[in-house]
């Protein structure tokens, strides 16, 4: 880098820093992160990156039952039962 590029580079990040540069402009991204879809009869489908919009389940009472108790039993101590 020759000493002008680190210069202005430094100037640059100085004015950035204190609030006379604005940063730049990201745009947002569209679509959700979804790494893995778990269906109640046990079967995956797995996404790679941002979808669109996420996969129709018509089961969605008894997925979210499957998760619950998922979370349920991989919990390492579990609370003693109330007498």
Do not use: A, W
């Not at 880098?1 to 820093?17: D, I």
């Not at 730049?24 to 669109?52: A, C, N, W, Y």
């Not at 919009?53 to 969605?60: D, H, V």
Request: net charge positive; glycine share 6%; proline share 6%.
């Amino acid at each position: 880098m020759t000493s002008s590029k680190t210069f202005k580079t430094k100037f640059r990040l100085f004015l950035r820093r204190f609030g006379m540069l604005c940063k730049k402009k990201q745009l947002p991204r569209k679509g959700v992160r979804i790494s893995r879809t778990i269906m109640p009869d046990g079967k995956v489908i797995r996404h790679g990156g941002f979808v669109e919009k996420p996969p129709l389940n018509n089961q969605s009472f008894l997925s979210e039952l499957h998760i619950y108790h998922e979370l349920k039993n991989s919990v390492k101590f579990k609370q003693p039962k109330k007498k």
